[in-house]
């Protein structure tokens, strides 16, 4: 347990469908960070948000729309989807930005359909 | 772009082995971290190095850095098969706004 939780772990969608990954930490942590894992490829930042404001936003397609409501919560808002978009997504969370280490969840499986 | 690179991709060893890893990378950075995940689970922090740091020791890890040749060796000593999982290497550089960037990993296999 790392104190950063997300929900579903696993996820099955049509590419019509909208679903919402769900990010929710609870270490007191400024910093939340959403990644992609694909196989056979490198983790890849998608967004970072400190504070509560965007800090990076990595040319991820606007068909991924993440939202911060609190210091606590993180949401990555999907719809229309690809199949090349089936990957291991993961939240992360850190104090500050710099010099820290992060603290993922476990991530959530998503396969597109 | 990925700035670590971890050499090898893949290692296989036995129970009480020593395994080393490597990570390579491009650009000047603050500090570099090392990671390990569980098949298809979350990272787990293992370790950070700051730039001005050759070695560090954490119980059976020991994490060196050459700046000078950008260049990182995680070993682990007296593996254990528990110890089978996929390191990465994350650096914090300069030029990538602080924000952490991992290599693609060394998939370690301890066999008991």
């Known amino acids: 347990e790392t104190g950063v939780t997300q929900t579903p772990r696993h996820l099955v969608m049509g590419m019509t469908n909208k679903k919402s990954l769900k990010c929710e930490q609870h270490l007191g942590h400024n910093a939340m960070y959403w990644y992609k894992q694909s196989a056979k490829k490198p983790l890849e930042l998608m967004f970072v948000?400190?504070?509560?404001?965007?800090?990076e936003n990595n040319s991820v397609p606007s068909r991924f729309s993440p939202e911060c409501p609190n210091s606590s919560h993180l949401f990555l808002h999907l719809h229309t989807l690809q199949p090349e978009d089936s990957a291991l997504y993961l939240c992360?969370?850190?104090?500050?930005?710099?010099?820290?280490?992060?603290?993922f969840g476990q991530g959530t499986r998503l396969t597109v359909v | 772009s990925q700035q670590g690179e971890e050499d090898p991709q893949a290692l296989s060893i036995q129970e009480g082995e020593n395994a080393t890893m490597n990570c390579s990378y491009k650009?000047?950075?603050?500090?570099l971290q090392w990671y390990r995940q569980n098949s298809g689970r979350g990272l787990v922090h293992l370790i950070l190095i700051r730039s001005n740091e050759r070695e560090k020791h954490s119980g059976r890890l020991r994490v060196t850095l050459d700046t000078s040749k950008k260049s990182s060796s995680l070993l682990i000593t007296a593996s254990r098969a528990a110890d089978t999982a996929s390191y990465f290497c994350?650096?914090?550089?300069?030029?990538?706004?602080?924000?952490?960037?991992f290599g693609g990993g060394t998939r370690l296999m301890v066999k008991p």
């Open positions: 994350a650096t914090e550089a300069h030029n990538a706004g602080n924000m952490l960037t």
């Open positions: 948000y400190s504070l509560e404001e965007r800090v």
């Open positions: 992360a969370s850190s104090q500050g930005l710099s010099l820290t280490e992060a603290f």
């Open positions: 650009t000047s950075i603050n500090n």
